[in-house]
């Protein structure tokens, strides 16, 4: 079985702040890695993910994320927060054999002008 | 449609009743995900459909609840002798299938809102 842990469940932030949000994972076996968005009102979105090769993925509104097995992470960054990016974000992993999604609990990203 | 589609999206209903949510996932989609998610936390897997069979339901927390696709299309999640503690937000996704192309990305719709009072 796998779990999720998101160190934060709030991170308030100034508009073009950089940001990091914290995500740990703990699995016996090898598995893929996922950031998904919500924002207000709306469904959950893929925001970026981790299958194989290069551990640093970046999505296309300046998200990044590395893959960092040692440390069983897989953080998200931002150089440069905007106001849109105000959601709330939750991390996911699943094992490469599997079908199930385990989602950790969330961060809510609020940034302020 | 483009996209997951879930009905009603908002339910409200009294302790005791029986309620059904329904998923329309995305056309071509074999895989569908039904997750139910509580205030402040995050989605909680409960039972994962593989066509028309369900190839894991180790996520349903009791026999009052139950889902079937009986057609490989849309899914109903049903719940009978609804609790208080039932109230959430319940997340239906779709995928591909693992062996045409699964790239591990599910689809999810906007859900349904199930209060029960």
């Known amino acids: 079985a796998q779990s999720v842990t998101q160190l934060d469940s709030q991170v308030p932030v100034f508009e073009e702040a950089p940001v990091e949000l914290r995500c740990n994972y703990s699995?016996?076996?090898?598995?893929?890695l996922f950031w998904y968005v919500q924002y207000p009102n709306q469904g959950l979105q893929l925001l970026l993910k981790?299958?194989?090769?290069?551990?640093l993925v970046e999505s296309i509104n300046g998200f990044e994320a590395e893959f960092n097995k040692s440390q069983t992470s897989f953080h998200l960054r931002k150089p440069s927060v905007h106001i849109s990016d105000t959601a709330e974000y939750f991390c996911?992993?699943?094992?490469?054999?599997?079908?199930?999604?385990?989602f950790g609990e969330g961060t809510q990203l609020t940034v302020n002008p | 449609g483009a996209g997951v589609s879930q009905t009603p999206s908002n339910k409200v209903t009294e302790k005791g009743k029986y309620v059904e949510l329904r998923c329309d996932p995305i056309?071509?989609?074999?895989?569908l995900y039904w997750y139910r998610q509580s205030l402040g936390q995050g989605p909680e897997f409960l039972i994962y459909?593989?066509?028309?069979?369900?190839?894991?339901d180790s996520g349903l927390p009791n026999d009052r609840f139950f889902a079937v696709r009986p057609e490989g299309s849309v899914s109903t999640l049903k719940i009978q002798r609804t609790e208080r503690g039932d109230s959430a937000v319940y997340l239906c996704?779709?995928?591909?299938?693992?062996?045409?192309?699964?790239?591990?990305?599910?689809?999810f719709g906007e859900g349904s809102r199930l209060t029960v009072l």
């Open positions: 996704a779709s995928s591909r299938d693992r062996d045409r192309g699964d790239t591990g990305e599910l689809f």
């Open positions: 699995s016996s076996v090898s598995v893929y």
């Open positions: 981790y299958l194989s090769g290069s551990t």
């Open positions: 996911a992993v699943r094992s490469t054999s599997g079908s199930r999604l385990t």
């Open positions: 056309s071509g989609h074999t895989a």
């Open positions: 459909f593989q066509g028309t069979g369900a190839a894991d």
